[in-house]
């Protein structure tokens, strides 16, 4: 399921694009200041899945939000592209992108201890730790001579039995996280990890998710959640 905010469009042409997230990267970099030119060159990957999607009339003439629902893409990483125009040229203002991860796990995170956090792999589909799945992290070392960030490895490591591992960070940092199961990278994501804490680093991380978004009137709400506990032992 997918969610969309337009305003003054009656369809969207999207298309999914597989792409690996350092290519991404390394293209956004490369066309930061020619947007139209970003998107033509996302245009030259292969197309997993394109459809049109006829959006609901917007009667309010502000920002309307729906959601629509299509057939699951393959395990990977992802740029959506979406466009008024069917050629998406960005100049017409009308042409957006956004990646994402379709993906059978999920990673969290929470602070344990000074200096230390906790990394969790779980699976989506039914909760359960991922055992010996590698996690990668990097950080952000930024240069003042050089006026750069570079990409340092701060651990290589892989989860115990019930998906955890525990890492010592050192000072707050901005970091890059890549989970590994099986020899295949099935997630990747970015986060700030502070050390600062106002409550002795005791307390409850909860993580709560619905199976959508959006929900019409007599609908079933599905719901699942997660409760990390950390103390200072």
């Known amino acids: 399921k997918y969610k969309i905010t337009y305003k003054n469009l009656r369809r969207a042409v999207v298309k999914f694009i597989a792409i690996n997230p350092d290519t991404l990267s390394a293209l956004t970099a490369r066309w930061?200041?020619?947007r139209e030119?970003?998107?033509?060159?996302?245009?030259?990957?292969?197309?997993t899945y394109s459809e049109v999607v006829r959006l609901p009339a917007d009667t309010t003439y502000?920002?309307?939000t729906t959601a629509w629902?299509?057939?699951?893409?393959?395990?990977?990483?992802?740029v959506m592209l979406a466009s008024a125009n069917v050629n998406f040229l960005a100049d017409t203002n009308a042409a957006m992108y956004t990646s994402f991860w379709c993906t059978d796990y999920m990673l969290y995170t929470s602070k344990t201890d000074d200096n230390?956090?906790?990394f969790y792999v779980t699976s989506?589909?039914?909760n359960k730790p991922v055992k010996n799945a590698r996690l990668l992290l990097q950080y952000y070392n930024y240069n003042d001579k050089e006026n750069a960030s570079t990409l340092e490895i701060l651990a290589d490591v892989k989860t115990n039995a019930q998906g955890m591992v525990v890492v010592e960070v050192g000072e707050s940092k901005s970091i890059k996280a890549q989970v590994f199961v099986k020899g295949k990278m099935v997630l990747a994501t970015s986060d700030y990890l502070s050390n600062y804490s106002y409550n002795g680093n005791t307390g409850n991380d909860i993580y709560v998710y619905t199976d959508r978004d959006i929900y019409r009137p007599g609908q079933t709400i599905y719901f699942k959640g997660i409760?990390?506990?950390?103390t200072q032992e």
Do not use: R, S
């Open 37 to 47: 030119g970003f998107m033509q060159e996302l245009l030259k990957y292969p197309v």
């Open 32 to 34: 930061a200041n020619n």
């Open 116 to 118: 230390k956090f906790t």
């Open 124 to 126: 989506a589909k039914n």
């Open 69 to 78: 629902y299509n057939k699951g893409l393959p395990a990977g990483h992802y």
């Open 227 to 230: 409760v990390a506990q950390h």
């Open 62 to 64: 502000t920002t309307t």
